[in-house]
């Protein structure tokens, strides 16, 4: 059960920095002669609504970021209980962590763009096709502020995990016979 868990833990951890670390924003390349697709560089209402829930849903994600830590705080413990080198691990999880209470006052600022929705209703449905593109250009910049704030030690911490996990293999289950 605690080999699930802690996989889980790691997993859940990587995803985000994942998300983190990745644009906020696709391109997709459509046929020319596709009829069903606005003029380019033109946002229509339901691109507008795509972009608004993923950027909250990454908002979000940045959100859980502190608990994240303290469980891999948690690991990385029993980790060094159990004679294992740590130091790499540890020292990529201090980095993380102090870019990230760097980034908090960016995070927290952007909580007044996720209250207000501009452009958005509760259920992020586009009321207002202009504001709503304004309220999209301004979480994406806050985004990149964060994701600048964090310096890349977000991928640094998931290098070190994948380190770890190279330099100590778990040893493989013998069956009962």
Do not use: C
């Given at each position: ?17 994942g ?80 870019a ?5 006052p ?19 449905k ?52």
């Amino acid at each position: 059960m605690k080999i699930l868990f802690k996989k889980t833990v790691l997993l859940t951890l990587v995803a985000a920095l994942g998300l983190a670390s990745l644009p906020l924003v696709n391109a997709f390349a459509a046929g020319a002669s596709d009829p069903s697709t606005p003029p380019k560089g033109e946002l229509t209402d339901e691109r507008l609504e795509q972009i608004w829930a993923k950027q909250l849903r990454a908002y979000e994600k940045i959100g859980k970021t502190e608990d994240a830590i303290g469980k891999l705080q948690g690991l990385i413990d029993r980790l060094a209980e159990n004679g294992k080198d740590i130091s790499e691990l540890q020292a990529a999880l201090d980095a993380f962590a102090d870019a990230v209470e760097d980034a908090k006052p960016i995070y927290e600022s952007g909580q007044a763009i996720v209250d207000s929705h501009a452009g958005f209703d509760t259920s992020g449905k586009v009321t207002d096709s202009e504001q709503a593109k304004e309220t999209v250009r301004a979480m994406g910049e806050k985004m990149k502020e964060i994701k600048e704030a964090m310096g890349g030690t977000g991928k640094a911490l998931r290098d070190a995990l994948h380190a770890f996990r190279d330099a100590n293999p778990r040893r493989e289950k013998t069956p009962a016979p």
